[in-house]
């Protein structure tokens, strides 16, 4: 096996903790039994001694490079990796070049593995074309992108795309306990001491991406300072660890905070007339009102939300109103909107439900939207059952159909709950209405 300068290990006490604890077979990797399981694409092709060459799709840290290099060293053919950060199409054709002379003594097809292969433009990507087809060489690449978008055609159909998945928690906690044990690669020697709880949470910063797991791991290590004075790490070290000063702004000292604060509580509480005060008094002190009108356009977003859909409308045109006329003849259009907010009928709902769907959101960033709603605009993603089974509600009566539209571990996840004031009771209704259609659906099945 042979590799590029470039490819060779750092020493291991130098490199990265990622770097020490790629798996050392294949049997040690996480997260991708459908891809190596028994009777799985490249446990048949290694077994047989045929291997195809093969697009790796998948995000950052699920295993694409650690997989290429599990793979060379299981067939024993010759390998050589590249970056198309760094590389071009002189340094594949030495590659080539190389492979062909190894190929004339009568060894079999050498391993090229293109890392980020996507960043060759369709141009250079034809260079690869005429030497896996003849298989000179067996291309492995590695791409974050899509490859229906960012791979020409001719590529495409000389591959297969192998499709990798981002690792889960379990994973990820696997993946950790084993750095935490491991005395000859990981951490092992410095016998730390980590509650499962702690490994839980650096798996669910991680998102799936079993690289940053481990260099957040790692300076969690180096930042708590436990290598030169042991004990256990918690919680509250990792949030030292994660945590980020958010920049202050003042700009106009406490009044300034003050006034507004108490024009938009006595908004919320439908006090017309504090609503008004309080406006006049921002004005009086010189308050620019295209700030004032910027706060209440969020007020009607925040503090009604669809219990009055046309307060956001109404908060819009003071804002223009304001904008065109200027002071003093704008202030009665931010008047005449403080008014209507103040006497809207009050729900927070959307406010609240969109809070919860970004908490939810920065947890589960790694999970994908379910196959029969992703876009299949190419052959391969259908292949790949993209769009499969999808339904269209106009095809139907009601203009509805009863389907998960939430990943698979979110399936019933409520964020939107309407009250029953104002134009939310009616979308109230529809929303009690379909969740009857999906349950009379859901028992048929």
Not at 62 to 75: D, F
Not at 179 to 194: F, H, I, W
Not at 402 to 427: K, N, W
Request: charged share 20%.
């Amino acid at each position: 096996m042979t590799l590029f300068a470039d490819e060779q290990a750092a020493p291991v006490g130098h490199a990265p903790l990622a770097d020490r604890m790629r798996p050392a077979t294949l049997a040690e990797l996480l997260g991708q039994d459908a891809l190596l399981g028994p009777g799985r694409l490249l446990t048949q092709a290694l077994a047989a001694e045929r291997l195809p060459s093969m697009i790796l799709w998948g995000p950052p840290g699920c295993g694409k490079t650690t997989v290429a290099r599990l793979v060379a060293k299981q067939s024993r053919l010759p390998f050589a990796a590249l970056s198309a950060v760094f590389a071009g199409v002189k340094e594949v054709r030495a590659v080539v070049e190389r492979a062909k002379s190894l190929l004339a003594t009568g060894a079999g097809g050498s391993i090229l593995f293109m890392d980020e292969i996507h960043r060759f433009n369709k141009a250079q990507q034809d260079a690869f074309l005429p030497y896996v087809e003849n298989g000179t060489i067996i291309l492995l690449g590695a791409t974050t992108e899509n490859p229906s978008f960012e791979l020409n055609g001719a590529l495409l159909s000389r591959c297969r795309v192998v499709v990798l998945n981002p690792l889960t928690e379990a994973d990820l906690v696997v993946l950790l306990r084993r750095a935490v044990e491991d005395t000859e690669r990981g951490l092992g020697r410095l016998g730390l001491n980590l509650e499962e709880s702690l490994l839980q949470r650096i798996a669910n910063e991680a998102e799936g991406d079993g690289r940053y797991a481990l260099n957040l791991l790692e300076t969690l290590v180096t930042v708590s300072g436990v290598e030169h004075n042991p004990r256990p790490l918690t919680l509250a070290d990792l949030a030292a660890c994660l945590h980020r000063r958010a920049a202050l702004y003042d700009k106009a000292g406490e009044g300034h905070f003050n006034l507004i604060s108490a024009l938009h509580k006595s908004l919320r509480g439908s006090d017309a007339d504090a609503a008004l005060y309080w406006l006049a008094r921002m004005l009086a002190g010189g308050e620019d009102g295209l700030y004032i009108a910027r706060r209440l356009i969020r007020f009607a977003s925040e503090d009604i939300g669809n219990a009055d859909p046309q307060a956001l409308g109404m908060a819009l045109h003071a804002r223009e109103a304001y904008h065109f006329l200027g002071s003093p003849e704008g202030e009665l259009a931010l008047a005449q909107a403080v008014v209507y907010l103040a006497t809207a009928p009050k729900s927070n709902s959307l406010y609240t439900a969109y809070q919860a769907a970004q908490a939810v959101a920065k947890t589960t960033g790694h999970l994908l939207p379910p196959l029969h709603i992703r876009n299949a605009p190419t052959r391969l993603l259908k292949e790949l059952g993209y769009g499969a089974n999808y339904r269209y509600p106009h095809d139907h009566e009601l203009g509805y159909v009863a389907a998960e539209y939430l990943p698979e571990s979110l399936h019933g996840h409520r964020f939107y709950q309407p009250v029953a004031r104002g134009f939310e009771r009616e979308i109230a209704k529809r929303l009690a209405y379909w969740q009857r259609l999906k349950e009379r659906a859901n028992k048929k099945e």
